[in-house]
């Protein structure tokens, strides 16, 4: 008889929660998620009452429900694609620290293949300007006078350092525009990557 | 004899690690903590040795830094101020979560006194739409037809909520623009606030 093996689970981060039918993003994804033997957690699967609360009580308790999630799932799978400017959404980057401290797996992927640098210096037409005295990894500043950093990174530091340190690296795939919040390509390369790694995990 | 008191520590995060010279804004953040009886520690406090290393290697080094000193600290208060777009730091976001997931108090200021909804609005001339099916908090869509959150939130809703979980509330100041990574108007009200929690779990 073989024994059943327990089924990793893995939360679905990423700004598809912002897209007008964050369900069928979310359910292709966990079908993917299946097809390599992992069971995907996408943010919305809480089934919350909102009503008659107040607009802020529905946040707090949409976050409630993403932390219960969170802290149910053995690893996170993150969307690191840029969103309404150079870097990533914030929520997901939120998330991707907290499975990090609760001792998750930490995955991630990108649907631009240009790094951080790359995207900011895209952003500012007028170019960046060198630094008299740079600081590590920060050879260039915006009009803001801002550093930018230069490790070669998907994004800040913070997020492909911790998918680094957890023992995985960032999956960058390349898609269209328009594209760039649907398209799976890079996710299921991911998912394929974590499933490897999870299942290691397990034997 | 009077007994000593710990001292809780605090990390400062935020965008000044961008500053051209972030160590003056920490050291001014470190005595401002002082004088409110709490221990300030700064990101860029750890004394690296990047000699040799290839640039990615320096990153990985000044992650796990950054990991040591925010498990070393009881809380962290983190500088909301958007950076780059509408939107907050991504490492100051993935900071938070981190925190909260270690179980550690935080504390948020910003110095943008827009709620997140009105920095996305104001960065898309053309206006938002509304959409037909809106889900909970997303009336309006960008021109990516991405949702726009309206809760209310100086940011997106896992940040304010972190901060609302964890028994506080985002402090918001306001500066001049080019002063909106340097005042610290709103930085000292909120380790006003932080000490006076602080120092009711020690007693």
């Known amino acids: 008889m073989a024994l059943s093996k327990a089924v990793a689970k893995v939360y679905l981060a990423g700004p598809e929660v912002f897209l007008r039918n964050p369900h069928e993003i979310g359910e292709a ?4 998620c299946a097809s390599h033997g992992l ?7 809480g089934d919350i009452d909102f009503d008659g609360m107040a607009i802020r009580e529905c946040g707090y308790a949409i976050y409630r429900g993403n932390e219960k999630l969170m802290l149910e799932c053995d690893a996170i799978i993150a969307n690191l694609t840029p969103f309404r400017g150079p870097g990533m959404d914030v929520g997901t980057a939120f998330e991707i620290g907290f499975m990090r401290a609760a001792g998750k797996k930490i995955f991630g992927y990108t649907n631009s293949s240009l790094t ?9 037409p007028k170019g960046l300007k060198r630094r008299k005295e740079p600081l590590t990894g920060m050879l260039f500043e915006d009009e803001e006078k801002l550093g930018v950093e230069q490790f070669g990174f998907a994004d800040n530091l913070m997020i492909d350092s911790a998918i680094h340190e957890s023992g995985s690296t960032v999956i960058t ?6 594209e760039r919040y649907t398209h ?3 996710f299921e390369d991911c998912v394929r990557h974590a499933a490897v790694q999870l299942q290691e995990l397990n034997t």
Chains 1, 2 share one sequence.
Do not use: M, Q, T
Not at 116 to 124: G, I, P, S
Not at 173 to 178: A, I, L, M, T, V
């Open 29 to 32: 994804k966990i079908a993917i």
């Open 173 to 178: 795939g390349k898609s269209k525009r328009r």
């Open 39 to 45: 069971e995907g957690r996408f943010p919305l699967d």
């Open 184 to 186: 799976l390509g890079a």
């Open 116 to 124: 951080l640098f790359d995207r900011v210096l895209k952003a500012n």
